[in-house]
């Protein structure tokens, strides 16, 4: 990998504007460019590890986000008031929202992401969608904004059933529903925008048809102010429970012929939109007709970005805050090598056998797995108090090896090395689902958890070939 340049002297101090293990790795990235780093907390992470590893803390409001992290006033005030050069949002919270772009630029701030307006013209899935298809991109057939029920009946007849109905500002599941029959539409799309408008403040539903033996395949991009954009290779993200990812790896096996069309699809669209910054393009990938389709189009670093990292050995936040600095590209495409094969385990405080509830609590003992090929990206600690106000995940328990094969070897036996008491994990959940012959073989799609779990996985501990 080329020699990392020094930060662009322009950014000396860099607001953190989230918590937990993103705030954690922002930090360290800051640390290895030099940058002094400054972390936005809120009342419930004041003793986080966070805080006490960034050069400065500063609370911005209570424990519930939209008195703290959502809070665009506060984290612009931090920003202000510690002499901030930039923010970084991280992922969640406000790293797909415009408004705060928009209020970094207004305050003579360097947001580290793209700009305000890429951020609305790729975040909003119709929106993004209409600009692939512009640009020659696969689309899944499809609709664009759909006004109510009555219209979503005419356009379902259109497209054909089953569909997919979506919210536009949706992510994470939320704003979804598969629906098989005209009979079921009203009441789908009804609860869908209602579930949108509440999480997004955005109502706006469209319509795709549903790819039923999908995989989720996206491709990591990097973008400068001078026009030049790589890819950094693919990751599948198919083991996915409510359409929450729950393991990545990368690169995604089995892809063959589509392997280069898919990465180069998401370079054009990264280039001719003008993209800026770090940025993933998603697909569908339906198995059954060896076609791909873009997906959306996320406007900020992923939670599984390490898999990348450890296949390419680029550090994809120091590159953010470079690029945002007014450094180009530390490297071209005929730069970008891949080596082995990643995987990457979210753990999260969470009991599987109670439907996924959430565990806060105070985590007793915290024993991390150790060894060569090994990486743990979390923010916590023995001692540390998780809050019941965030989202659940402790820890991204991230593997390296020269195949698949010794990768799955590798993160199966960090599972078993992994310790933590106090509060319920995902652990052993993590540790079956791994076991499954169906994952070993690298033969999923997006749902075949949900199809396991309906059958009564698991009873138990997953053994070979289950």
């Not at 665009?72 to 510690?82: C, E, K, Q, S, Y």
């Not at 009441?187 to 408008?197: D, V």
């Not at 898919?262 to 054009?268: Q, V």
């Amino acid at each position: 990998m080329p020699q990392q340049a020094p930060a662009a002297k322009g950014i000396k101090r860099v607001l953190v504007a989230n918590r937990g293990e993103i705030a954690v790795r922002v930090i360290r990235a800051c640390k290895a460019l030099g940058i002094e780093s400054v972390l936005a907390v809120s009342e419930a992470d004041r003793g986080s590890l966070g805080a006490s590893m960034a050069d400065r803390a500063v609370c911005i409001g209570p424990a519930h986000p939209r008195e703290s992290y959502l809070n665009v006033g506060a984290i612009v005030t931090a920003a202000l008031g510690t002499g901030s050069d930039a923010i970084h949002p991280g992922y969640g919270f406000l790293a797909e929202q415009p408004r705060l772009a928009r209020a970094c630029k207004d305050n003579g701030i360097i947001f580290i992401g793209p700009s305000a307006e890429l951020i609305e013209q790729m975040g909003n899935k119709i929106a993004a969608r209409s600009i692939a298809e512009r640009l020659g991109v696969p689309v899944v057939p499809g609709s664009e904004q759909v006004a109510s029920a009555e219209m979503a009946l005419d356009v379902a007849a259109g497209i054909g059933y089953p569909i997919l109905l979506k919210a536009a500002a949706g992510g994470g599941g939320r704003g979804m529903r598969i629906v098989h029959a005209g009979s079921e539409l009203a009441a789908a799309f009804e609860a869908a925008s209602a579930e949108a408008l509440a999480a997004f403040a955005d109502g706006t539903m469209y319509m795709e048809r549903y790819i039923s033996n999908a995989r989720h395949i996206e491709v990591q991009i990097m973008a400068d102010h001078f026009g030049n954009v790589i890819h950094l290779g693919e990751r599948d993200c198919s083991s996915q429970r409510r359409y929450q990812k729950v393991v990545e790896e990368a690169p995604a096996p089995g892809l063959d012929a589509l392997r280069e069309p898919i990465r180069e699809a998401a370079r054009t669209l990264a280039q001719k939109t003008g993209y800026e910054n770090a940025g993933t393009i998603e697909f569908i990938v339906d198995q059954d007709a060896q076609r791909f389709y873009f997906l959306e189009m996320n406007t900020r670093i992923q939670v599984e970005h390490p898999v990348t990292e450890m296949i390419t050995g680029v550090d994809l936040v120091r590159e953010q805050i470079r690029v945002a600095g007014g450094h180009p590209l530390s490297m071209q495409q005929s730069e970008v090598g891949f080596s082995g094969h990643a995987i990457e385990c979210r753990v999260n405080a969470e009991a599987p056998g109670q439907g996924f509830r959430p565990s806060p609590g105070r985590i007793g003992r915290w024993r991390t797995p150790q060894g060569p090929g090994i990486r743990v990206d979390s923010h916590c600690f023995e001692g540390y108090l998780v809050p019941p106000y965030y989202d659940s995940m402790l820890a991204k328990l991230i593997v390296h090896a020269p195949t698949r094969r010794e990768a799955i070897s590798r993160m199966t036996a960090a599972l078993e090395e992994f310790e933590v008491d106090g509060v319920d994990t995902t652990i052993p959940f993590l540790r079956s689902l791994i076991g499954q012959a169906r994952f070993q073989e690298g033969a999923t799609h997006v749902r075949w958890i949900e199809e396991l779990m309906a059958q009564g996985w698991p009873a138990g501990p997953a053994k070979q070939g289950d």
